[in-house]
């Protein structure tokens, strides 16, 4: 009798690692402040702070929003790439190679899953654009619970999916995906051309820190998870 594979899950993060959203990230930001009277905040500020759940992330990057502030910026916030997006303003580009690596990866049979501090109704509308909504099997967001690096968008991930944490890893770009794999007991993968350095990456746990998305296929079938 012929054993079947055990499923493994791949878990990727979303902006920076499959989607370049920092531009239009950086504009909403740049709003928020605006209508707050508060001095545009750096871009590498912002940029490091991706991935972060928003209000955290806000308060990361805007030295002067204590907390009352940080909630009003917050709202302006999602008013303001809320506009982007009608105005179709929003430019999200997929990274080269993300798309076809997906194809690859659904068509070995691995379970595909993201794990974003993007909220759901951004992440679903950014997903149909790609025409990428159906390639995921389950998606983690903002809107479900505690967000990086908290474990529970992927401790939730895998007892959705009953997969075992054995077999499943992380792809991210930031260290706070790093960390959350490490808390929840799975691998992570870095990707080195988002918006942390390699070298943090790897210092914060990665197997690996992969240079394009050919270099990640070859780095997850070595490990089991791509036929």
């Given at each position: 009798?012929?054993?079947?594979?055990?499923?493994?899950?791949?878990?990727?993060?979303?902006?920076?690692?499959?989607?370049?959203?920092?531009?239009?990230?950086?504009?909403?930001?740049?709003?928020?402040c605006r209508d707050h009277a508060i001095d545009d905040v750096d871009p590498t500020a912002i940029r490091r702070s991706i991935g972060l759940p928003l209000a955290v992330a806000i308060a990361a990057s805007v030295p002067e929003?204590?907390?009352?502030?940080?909630?009003?910026?917050?709202?302006?916030?999602?008013?303001?790439?809320?506009?982007?997006?009608?105005?179709?303003?929003?430019?999200?580009p997929l990274?080269?190679?993300?798309?076809?690596?997906?194809?690859?990866l659904r068509a070995s049979g691995a379970v595909l899953g993201i794990a974003t501090g993007k909220g759901r109704r951004g992440l679903v509308n950014t997903l149909n654009k790609h025409g990428l909504f159906d390639h995921f099997t389950v998606l983690r967001t903002a809107d479900d619970g505690p967000g990086k690096p908290d474990p529970f968008m992927v401790l939730s991930a895998l007892d959705e999916t009953g997969i075992d944490a054995a077999d499943a890893?992380?792809?991210?770009?930031?260290?706070?995906?790093?960390?959350?794999?490490?808390?929840?007991?799975?691998?992570?993968?870095?990707?080195?051309?988002?918006?942390?350095?390699?070298e943090e990456l790897a210092k914060a746990g990665a197997l690996a820190v992969v240079d394009g998305f050919d270099?990640?296929?070859?780095?997850l079938k070595q490990r089991g998870f791509h036929a």
């Open positions: 009798m012929s054993v079947l594979p055990r499923p493994r899950l791949v878990l990727f993060d979303f902006d920076g690692t499959l989607v370049d959203s920092q531009h239009s990230i950086v504009q909403a930001f740049a709003a928020a929003a204590h907390r009352g502030r940080a909630d009003a910026l917050t709202e302006s916030y999602k008013l303001a790439h809320r506009a982007l997006a009608a105005a179709d303003t929003r430019h999200d990274f080269s190679g993300a798309a076809q690596a997906l194809d690859a890893v992380m792809i991210g770009d930031t260290v706070f995906d790093m960390a959350m794999a490490a808390s929840a007991g799975i691998s992570a993968i870095g990707v080195g051309w988002g918006y942390h350095p390699p270099a990640l296929l070859e780095t």
